[in-house]
């Protein structure tokens, strides 16, 4: 098989797989909702409401305290901006003695 094939087949097992999954999720789904948990049968109690309506009672009120106000910080004096860093990077000369004798030789010596 060529590459191209190969890409192919492993597409097709990729959503077989993806389906057969999905399946099984559905289904597990569908069979625990038609076996539910029976629902228990309640009997029919006839409530009669009282003969006289009672006055409702009047409202608490409840006073909480509340949080404190934040604390306010007021910056009088700020600090001196800091000095700005300096690197130093010593490159060393790859070349001769740096002269510019016009010959890029890389060595410094005679000749």
């Known amino acids: 098989m060529n590459p191209p094939a190969h890409r192919l087949a492993l597409t097709l097992a990729a959503f077989a797989l993806a389906v057969a999954i999905g399946g099984a999720v559905i ?20 409530v009669t409401a009282p003969p006289v309506a ?5 409202p608490q009120v409840v006073y909480v305290h509340p949080a404190p106000p934040r604390k306010v910080i007021h910056v ?20 001769g003695s740096g ?3 016009g010959n890029d030789d890389g060595g410094g010596g005679d000749g």
């Open 99 to 101: 002269e510019g004798g």
């Open 27 to 46: 289904a597990d789904g569908y069979l625990s909702a038609e076996h539910g948990a029976p629902v228990p049968v309640v009997a029919a109690v006839s």
């Open 76 to 95: 009088i004096r700020t600090a001196s901006p800091a000095p700005a860093r300096v690197v130093h990077v010593t490159v060393p000369s790859v070349g």
């Open 54 to 58: 009672s006055e409702s009672a009047t």
